[in-house]
């Protein structure tokens, strides 16, 4: 029996409980493979147990391994159960007390570092690593995302911007598509976006907290005007100089009206452009009565609300796939790519 004994397969003890054979086994038959016992027949195995039967002959009449019926019963014992009892794991690395001022901290100041919070729990006694930080902070809904870059808004450029969407909140969709939008945009030849990062939830990506101011400036890249409908993009032209008011003029003279006769806008169309010095200018505004333009009124600093923008962004990702290697092919490629803009994108 000793032998025996000693030439048996131990089973390991994490595994004890698991273990069992089907009914139609015998206990020293071979499983291929074991499963989790039926709660029915673990409770079974306590009855038998309490009515003062062996664990060798309770093994016996259910047809279960004697280590895994002892297993059962000690648990039984221990904690009145023969439920799985939920595993504890590892235990968390940052306290509870540690979590709550990690969160706290990049709450009130995004642009923390990881760095820096390691810093802050070493001085409270704790030491983790970034990769830990990074993946407390996901479990209570924070990651680190790139800033977004936005304008400086000042509050009264949110009333003005309020102002305009309770105006045209109701605007039937035929009034817009009787718009010609316009825009000036810059192209860089290489460009290069720095980058900030921050710690946010979820869709909280504009919050003034997680953004970053940005203002222009010039340097291996085009300007560029354009403008279009509902319907299709109109012309585009590269600015070569620095514009002032007369060229701002001229380019309406032979781009926009061309245009407007092109997309074949209707009798009574509107006119849409910022509030660039240019564009306000009273030389300006009085070409644009002399020639009955009417003109949409429009908020200060509200470049995002010009859907223009959304056929700047897939010309740039275009022309930025061509790979232009100076700043003529980057023109050429500029108006290639603009004239195949597809209609259904300019009507989004």
Known sequence: MKMARDSAVRTPRYKRHLS?????QTPNSTMAKTK???KDTRNKIVDLHQAGKTESAIGKQLGVKKSTVGAIIRKW???KTTDNLPRSGA????SPRGVKMITRT??????????D???????????????????????QGLKSCSARRVLLVKPVHVRARLKFGREHLDDPE???ENVIWSDETKIELFGKNSTCRVWRRKNAELNPKNTIPTVKHASGNIMLWGCFSAK?????????ERMNGAMYREILSKKLLPSARELKMKRGWVFQHDNDPKHTARATKEWLRKKHFKVLEWPSQSPDLNPIENLWRELKIRVAQRQPQNITALEEICMEEWAKLPATLAGR
């Open 91 to 94: 235990p968390r690395k940052i």
């Open 174 to 176: 035929e009034d817009w």
């Open 232 to 240: 299709e993009p109109g012309r585009l032209i590269r600015v070569k």
């Open 117 to 139: 919070l390691v810093n802050d729990l070493q001085r409270a006694g704790t030491k983790v690593t970034k990769a830990t930080i990074s993946n407390t902070l996901r479990r």
């Open 20 to 24: 069992t054979t089907s009914n139609s």
């Open 106 to 115: 990049v709450s009130k100041n995004p642009r923390t570092t990881w760095g």
């Open 77 to 79: 014992k221990t904690y």
């Open 36 to 38: 989790e016992l039926s």
